[in-house]
């Protein structure tokens, strides 16, 4: 694949052409990603409403029907289903780990086999979190394993 940056003339807008033969899987997440490259999160702590960046996002967990997002020392509450993050933010680094998380991949340490096919991985801010092992595909997938 090519890249060409140009820099509009003067008076001329900001534009953005992508020249494939067919849209495949690969230019669809690329445009997804350009659509939403500028996505903010709005997280709920308290009386106050936080505008969170998804890079600054280690991970979401799902608990008790309630979705937060978990920052380097703080969590959110965050009022969208997993689901809805896992399609909003597939672009990115973020990748299903079980029925109740979704991690950022950019945010792992280092990852360890435990019992049972799962592992277990320690995120860059010290936190441990178990990956179920049909999860394990796709990270290995994402990761490039």
């Not at 937060?68 to 965050?78: I, R």
């Amino acid at each position: 694949m090519k890249i060409t940056i140009e820099a509009p003339k003067a008076g001329e807008e900001e534009e953005i052409v992508i020249r494939c033969k067919s849209l495949d899987d690969e230019i669809m997440n690329l445009i997804q990603a350009l659509r939403k490259g500028r996505d903010v999160l709005a997280g709920y702590a308290e009386d106050r409403i936080v505008k969170l960046e998804p890079k600054d996002i280690f991970y979401f967990e799902s608990v008790d029907n309630r979705v937060y997002a978990y920052t380097g020392q703080e969590v959110y509450e965050v009022r969208k289903k997993l689901y809805e993050i896992e399609e909003a933010y597939s672009y990115m680094d973020f990748l299903r780990i079980s029925k109740s998380a979704i991690v950022n991949v950019a945010k792992i340490a280092y990852l360890k086999p435990i019992f049972n096919g799962r592992f277990e991985t320690t995120l860059k801010n010290g936190e441990k979190i178990i990956i179920s092992r049909q999860y394990i595909i796709n990270l290995k997938r994402k990761l490039g394993i």
